[in-house]
Structure formats: structure tokens, C-alpha cells
């Protein structure tokens, strides 16, 4: 089936050590975003790429980045993380204005 | 403005009962209204969206009801199984490619059986 794969689905560092979370689709849709979502809160978005561009929320921190080597990937970066990070990393893809369908997320937990 | 406010946090139903989670936006520009299905560990999935052309849409057992000049949207999930526990997300976005989907809170159903 077509879907939204995040890997890892828990993932634990350091406080302030580099983490990469990722994410790949054979939906072939051309619009990825990462989302954040806190423990009992919705999710929000912290940046989307549309094709090979990069659009980030007014709000997303710095310590946020994101890469896109291709259609199928893109890799949410957090440059130096700290507690208040911890949280479900979720992936999204649409196909230009069309309905987002997630992945499953990736847990991030900081120690 | 960009606020998706929803109602009740949380809700017991009984099986067979009629399950109703109600939202509400400011933000007249919104013309895309998904609702989202989200089980413990998993990600949002996507249950039925309307856009506010239509004042209702109904797939299975879910009905979402619109009313524009209110400003209000709410989910109808008729014949409520306990299957159907999980959280529940209303959204609002303006319908263009790479905008954010506006959560509102969500709303935990417990259906009982």
C-alpha cells in the first residue's frame, strides 16, 4: 500500500546532542510537511517543502531544519534539542492542495 | 483569528449511541474542513473533510454538518462503536497547497460497550 513512513518510530538523545528524523512516501505527492505534536495537544506545523521549495512557519525555532534530497525523502533536523522538544514528530504529504495523510510519527525523547 | 476551538474534550458514549463533537473558527478565509482520526501511537488519518460550498457530507456512519454564517462545523458519528475510541481532531485550513492544516484541541471518545 501507499503510505507515510517515519523511521525511527521512538527515538532518544541527549540534551543537545543532533538528531535527524525521517520520513519517505510512495504516495509520489510533491508537498511534505513536520508537524509537532506535544503530549495531549494538536499537532503543529513546523515547516513544509513544496516541490524542492522550503517554506517555514513564522514560529518554528532556529534549532528546527529540514532537508529534501528527493520527491521520497525529507529529514527534520534539531540542531541542539532540549527538553521542551520532546515530542510525536509527525510527516505529511499532499499532492498540491489535496487532503495531507500522516505518518505514524516518530517519538522523541530527551535525556 | 487563526483559532480552531472544539468541544467536548472529552465524551462517553454509549454503543449504538450518536457520538457529536462540534467546532468553530474565526477566520473567514478557511475554506477546508478535514476531520481526523488519531489512535494512541499513531498518526491523524483522515476521516471526511467538506468545504463550505455543501452544508453536509456523510460517508458510513460519519456526517459532518456545516453552517457558513455561523461559522461552526461538527462531526456526527451515528451507531457508535467501541472501535471508534480514539481522539478526534476537527481542522481548518485555507485550500491551497502548503498551507497549515489549524488543529482544534481534540476530543477523546470513549465508546462503551
Request: charged share 15%.
Amino acid at each position: 500500500d501507499a503510505m507515510v513512513i517515519q523511521n525511527p518510530r521512538y527515538q532518544v538523545t541527549q540534551f543537545g546532542k543532533p538528531v535527524t528524523l525521517s520520513c519517505s512516501q510512495t504516495l509520489n505527492h510533491n508537498v511534505m510537511y513536520w508537524y509537532q505534536q506535544k503530549s495531549s495537544q494538536a499537532p503543529k506545523l513546523l515547516f513544509h517543502y513544496y516541490d524542492k521549495d522550503f517554506n517555514n512557519e513564522a514560529d518554528t525555532p532556529d534549532n528546527f531544519q529540514s532537508r529534501r534530497p528527493n520527491t521520497s525523502f525529507c529529514f527534520l533536523d534539531i540542531r541542539s534539542p532540549g527538553l521542551g522538544d520532546a515530542a510525536m514528530y509527525l510527516c505529511a504529504t499532499s499532492r498540491g492542495a489535496q487532503a495531507q495523510h500522516f505518518g505514524d510519527g516518530t517519538r522523541l525523547s530527551i535525556l | 483569528q487563526q483559532q480552531v476551538k472544539q468541544s467536548p474534550q472529552s465524551l462517553i458514549v454509549q454503543k449504538g449511541g450518536i457520538s457529536i463533537i462540534n467546532c468553530a473558527y474565526e477566520n473567514t478565509a478557511f475554506d477546508y474542513f478535514p476531520w481526523y482520526q488519531q489512535f494512541p501511537g499513531k498518526g491523524p488519518a483522515l476521516l471526511i473533510a467538506i468545504r463550505p460550498d455543501v452544508s453536509e457530507k456523510k460517508e458510513g456512519r460519519f456526517t459532518i454538518s456545516f453552517n457558513k454564517s455561523a461559522k461552526q462545523f461538527s462531526l456526527h458519528i451515528m451507531d457508535s462503536q467501541p472501535g471508534d475510541s480514539a481522539t478526534y481532531f476537527c481542522a481548518a485550513a485555507v485550500n491551497q497547497a502548503g498551507t497549515a492544516l489549524i488543529f482544534g484541541k481534540g476530543t477523546t471518545l470513549s465508546v462503551s460497550s
